[in-house]
């Protein structure tokens, strides 16, 4: 498991999310913030951890850091980063979506892409 460190300082515990997904996500956010864009990051926990849905600001100008498990970049899914990318740029903001296999198509929403 990684973890999305956010906010000021090293203070802030962050979220854990696996290495593959973490990845994924530091594609989109960095573009994102390259564009000088500012967006909504919502990040929910398995449920047997007892939290609850994270949302969080992301800016150009906050402490975001990526740390990971493992010291191999996992393989990227094309795809699922421009599915995380639709979700950034959606009313919702970004929000992990599951990866699907190749040649399956996700069912539209009302809240966008």
Do not use: C
Not at 51 to 66: A, I, K, Y
Request: glycine share 8%; hydrophobic share 40%.
């Amino acid at each position: 498991m990684g973890r999305l460190v956010y906010g000021p300082g090293t203070t802030n515990a962050g979220m854990e999310i696996d290495d593959r997904t973490l990845a994924h996500v530091q594609i989109v956010m960095l573009a994102k913030l390259r564009r000088g864009e500012s967006f909504s990051f919502t990040y929910t926990p398995v449920p047997s951890s007892g939290e609850g849905r994270t949302v969080v600001w992301v800016h150009p100008s906050q402490f975001l850091s990526f740390k990971y498990n493992g010291s191999r970049m996992p393989a990227i899914n094309r795809e699922w980063v421009e599915e995380l990318m639709a979700t950034a740029n959606s009313v919702a903001g970004l929000h992990i979506v599951p990866e699907l296999p190749a040649n399956v198509q996700r069912e539209p929403s009302i809240l966008g892409p």
